[in-house]
């Protein structure tokens, strides 16, 4: 099946900006969406389609995709932005489409 | 606004079957375009696609939990329902109930329920 590698910690301070990166083969061609999961929270949408925002989701949550590797950018990072972030894709070749990354500990200094 | 809302026993006994429930509210479950999926997330751990059932009726699983996955829908109450059965202590996890489009199209999970935790333990 297909697999996301994601770093399992990215550290910034609050006004500087955060990039945790989504590793698959290709994924450039595939649709990227990313959550935020706060302590003892359901995940919450944040992008979609890689770039796209959810209504209600701030201007500084921004994505990328291109090549082997998604990008989600969080700008001047605040500290309620201090959260588990997971990419997940479609996988239309596989028998088990529904793909999350290995997920990203966003700590905030 | 859409809202799922899990529930179900919170404590299940090995080889036991899991029952979970997604009330739907706000919107309608029969409505086309969308599909209703359970997802879980062991403590500690990373997220898990459990399957999903068509408006119509139709699911899909993953095949690594198919043999003992049935998701099933019921209009009538709007809301659908997850059982799986052997249960072990890795079952264990947080049980999400979230919607999700018809790929390739809108292929991501929104909204969320508030997740259940259930326990597998004699």
């Known amino acids: 099946s297909y697999v996301l590698t994601q770093p399992p910690s990215v550290s910034v301070a609050p006004g500087q900006t955060a990039r945790i990166t989504c590793g698959g083969n290709?994924?450039?061609?595939?649709?990227v969406h990313w959550y935020q999961q706060k302590p003892g929270q359901a995940p919450v949408l944040v992008v979609y389609?890689?770039?796209d925002r959810p209504s209600g989701i701030p201007e500084r949550f921004s994505g990328s995709n291109s090549g082997n590797t998604a990008t989600l950018t969080i700008s001047r990072v605040e500290a309620g932005d201090e959260a588990d972030y997971y990419c997940?894709?479609?996988?239309?070749?596989?028998?088990?489409?529904?793909?999350f990354g290995t997920g990203t500990k966003v700590t905030v200094l | 606004q859409l809202q799922l809302q899990e529930s179900g026993s919170g404590l299940v006994k090995p080889s036991q079957t899991l029952s979970l429930t997604c009330a739907v509210s706000?919107?309608?479950?029969?409505?086309?375009?969308?599909?209703w999926s359970w997802i879980r997330q062991p403590p500690g751990k990373g997220l898990e696609w459990i399957g999903y059932?068509?408006?119509?009726?139709?699911?899909y699983y993953n095949p690594s939990l198919k043999s003992r996955v049935t998701i099933s829908v019921d209009r009538s109450k709007n809301q659908f329902s997850l059982k799986l059965s052997s249960v072990t202590a890795a079952d264990t996890a947080v049980y999400y109930c979230a919607r999700v489009g018809v790929p390739p199209l809108l292929s991501w999970f929104d909204p969320w329920g508030q997740g259940t935790l259930v326990t597998v333990s004699s």
């Open positions: 389609d890689d770039s």
């Open positions: 059932i068509y408006h119509s009726g139709s699911t």
């Open positions: 997940q894709v479609w996988d239309s070749s596989s028998d088990h489409p529904y793909v």
């Open positions: 290709n994924i450039g061609s595939k649709s």
């Open positions: 706000g919107g309608s479950i029969s409505s086309g375009g969308y599909s």
